[in-house]
């Protein structure tokens, strides 16, 4: 015998009783003869009713069982004489758990009524979980003469919170083991994270100090020439030859201008100094050329127009070197007089190729003026460091427009 929840079960043999006599025995049988003469009409609505139910008989040795009704007999499976004269315990069957039989007994004594719920046997071994009333009956000297036992069959109530309890505890252990792979995963992630952040952050660092390094030789480079400008000066001031002062003074100015391309690349503001941001760059050389200009002289207009085009260092150079050799050529040659106009610098970008180009609207260049000096030349060797196509139409206005692979070949 059990009760709900679980309990302790623990296998027991119920023995017949030894103080138990084939006396008792005898008179256990009269009783129930007796009792089933004395019940009448008592006894048949207790057999008509669906409750099964049991009567003992406390004045015996061992509390027989002395009446049960047809729907215990029905419940439980034993025939009639199989039950009556046995002990109350005999229902529990072979696991009774000593502590719920001590707890019987006790109220049985202390002429208490008991309402439990317990597990009982039916003959052929079958679980039947009952809820349980016992109740004494008293006589006229309020002696207890009788116990009245009913039982309400909960199996299925029972074995449905069974399921449900074994159904709880699956998927409790489900949720904890998906929890635990959760949990396990969030820490692999964790640790993925931490050391994708040290790695960006490394990256961060060295990507700062390969900045600073660049920012430092494009300085250095600008210092340099700074130099070697003033070496040329101090060469043109110790000869007097017109034709070399004019040589010197071109080389100084070129050596000038490079060294404002390389003022610009240190003084950009990004962090990649590896790529330049041509539009940006470009309006800046632009402003530059203004030293080429008396700051009074307004007759000459000079613009820049460029698309969202970035470029490595290198080409940014060459791109700035061509654009500087045409820019002062422009200046130089195309607008004599009091001549106005306008100078303009375009970079695009068209398909696969980026064009440079330089126009103004001066005096042309015509074929036969071309072949000059270093200028051209130098225009030329750039545009092939490009990889480029160089054009130059100088019919009524001056074009100079170098096409080159927007991505240099690997
Ligand atoms: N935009 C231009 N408009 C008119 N004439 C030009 C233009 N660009 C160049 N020229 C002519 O082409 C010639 C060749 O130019 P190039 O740059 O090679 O020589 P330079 O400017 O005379 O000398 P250097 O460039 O060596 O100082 C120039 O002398 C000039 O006559
Ligand atoms: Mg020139």
């Known amino acids: 015998m059990d009760v709900i929840p679980g309990g302790n079960p623990e296998s027991k043999e119920l023995e017949p009783d ?3 006599t084939d006396a008792d025995q005898g008179r256990a049988e009269e009783r129930v003869q007796t009792f089933q003469r ?13 409750m099964p139910m049991v009567v003992t008989d406390p004045t015996m040795s061992d509390n027989p069982i002395v009446y049960v009704n047809q729907s215990f007999i029905d419940l439980f499976g034993y025939c009639r004489e199989e039950v009556l004269g046995q002990n109350y315990f005999f229902l529990a069957g ?25 597990r009982l046997r039916a003959k052929d071994g079958r679980e039947v979980w009952a809820a349980q009333f016992v109740s004494p009956v008293h006589n006229d000297q309020g002696r207890v003469i009788q116990h009245f036992a009913s039982f309400w069959d909960i199996t299925r109530r029972v074995k449905a919170e069974r399921r449900t309890r074994r159904l709880n505890e699956v998927l409790e252990s489900r949720v904890k083991e998906r929890t635990q792979e959760l949990q396990n995963e969030l820490d692999r992630r964790r640790a993925l994270e931490g050391v994708l952040t040290d790695s960006v952050r490394e990256k961060d ?18 210092n340099s020439i700074a130099m070697a400008i003033s070496m040329l000066r101090l060469q043109m001031a110790r000869q007097g030859d017109p034709g070399v002062s004019e040589a010197l003074e071109n080389a100084i100015q070129r050596l000038d201008h490079l060294a404002r391309i390389h003022e610009l690349l240190y003084r950009q503001d990004s962090n990649d100094v590896q790529s330049v941001d041509m539009a940006a760059y470009l309006t ?24 969202d085009i970035t470029l490595n260092v290198d080409r940014a150079i060459n791109v700035a070197l ?5 820019v002062t050529n422009a200046l130089k040659h195309a607008f004599p007089g009091k001549r106005r106009g306008m100078v303009r610098v375009g ?4 398909g696969d190729d980026v064009v440079l180009s ?11 003026r071309r072949a000059g000096s270093m200028g051209m030349r130098l225009i030329e060797g750039m545009a092939r460091s490009l990889n480029g196509t160089l054009t130059v139409d100088g019919d009524r206005r001056t074009r100079i427009a170098v096409r080159f692979p927007s991505k240099p070949r690997s």
């Open 205 to 222: 660092k060295l990507l700062g100090q390969r900045s600073v390094l660049l920012h430092e030789v494009n300085h250095r480079a600008k």
């Open 94 to 118: 072979h696991d009774t758990d000593p502590e719920v039989e001590r707890h019987i007994r006790a109220a049985m004594m202390a002429d208490e009524p008991l309402d439990l719920e317990v």
């Open 18 to 20: 030894p103080k138990s």
């Open 38 to 50: 004395i019940g009448g009409p008592f006894v048949a609505a207790v057999e008509a009713t669906r």
């Open 358 to 368: 330089i126009e103004d609207n001066g005096v042309g260049l015509p074929a036969t």
């Open 322 to 326: 061509i654009a500087g050799e045409a």
């Open 347 to 350: 970079l695009h970008q068209e």
């Open 284 to 307: 800046e050389l632009c402003l530059n050329f203004a030293h080429l200009r008396s700051p009074e002289d307004h007759r000459i207009e000079l613009t820049s127009d460029a698309d």
